[in-house]
Nanobody
């Protein structure tokens, strides 16, 4: 069974950067598309970035130009580099398939952006 473990969250100042990591075990991340989701407290879990098995990224408008999703095949991780952080990026972040039947969700990693 595929297990997803998110890490890398923490506290950052507005304008700063964080890099999140999604460790995928039980399969090769290079064999399926993976996405990063953001869940702001009290709101739905929304897909904000995805990357195909060919390495082609797609971004939701609010993160385009600020976030970068990329695959580390050696570490079997799908990472989300987050630059120019905004207060509204404060949320829990999760990774999973971007469509279709999702794997069991991980616990996510919390990002808090302060002014």
């Amino acid at each position: 069974q595929v297990q997803l473990v998110e890490s890398g969250g923490g506290l950052a100042q507005a304008g700063g950067s964080l890099t999140l990591s999604c460790a995928v075990s039980g399969t090769s991340s290079s064999l399926e598309d993976i996405g990063w989701y953001r869940q702001i407290e009290g709101k739905s879990r929304d897909l904000i970035a995805r990357i195909s098995i060919l390495g082609d990224p797609i971004y939701e408008e609010s993160v385009r130009g600020r976030f970068r999703i990329f695959i580390d095949n050696d570490k079997h991780t799908v990472n989300l580099q987050m630059d120019k952080l905004r207060l509204e990026d404060t949320a829990f972040y999760y990774c999973n398939r971007p469509s279709g039947r999702r794997h069991p969700w991980g616990q996510g990693t919390k990002v808090t952006v302060s002014s």
